[in-house]
């Protein structure tokens, strides 16, 4: 078995310190996380650790779930486990959308082909 370098490359945005919102405890947080919940489902757990500031917690997705953590860190394999699962899901969740939005175009494509092909 044979192990592959892949260069992944993302747009990172750098955060001012105006955009970073600090919460005082979990309950400040979740009634902010209910008014922008859309949103905040939408972003990685990366950026959501980056711009949301809660004392001693950081955040996790589990099963698509977001979750607050104690920052007291396990083992690092352990983390590393959890890390890994999170980036998984995150991926599977972008190829379901990119399926979907295949469909939709390949339906697209047919009905015009066979407009097309009426005509």
Request: proline share 3%; hydrophobic share 35%.
């Amino acid at each position: 078995m044979s192990i592959q370098k892949i260069k992944v490359t993302k747009n990172l945005k750098k955060l001012k310190p105006d955009e970073i919102i600090n919460f005082k405890n979990i309950e400040e947080f979740n009634t902010y996380y209910t008014v922008h919940k859309e949103e905040m489902d939408a972003m990685t757990t990366c950026s959501i650790n980056k711009q949301f500031k809660i004392p001693g917690l950081w955040f996790t997705k589990i099963k698509g779930v977001l979750q607050a953590k104690s920052e007291e860190r396990q083992d690092p394999l352990a983390e590393f486990k959890n890390e890994m699962q999170e980036t998984i899901q995150e991926q599977n969740d972008r190829i379901n959308q990119l399926e979907k939005q295949i469909k939709t175009l390949l339906k697209a494509l047919n009905q015009t082909r066979s407009k097309i092909e009426l005509s």
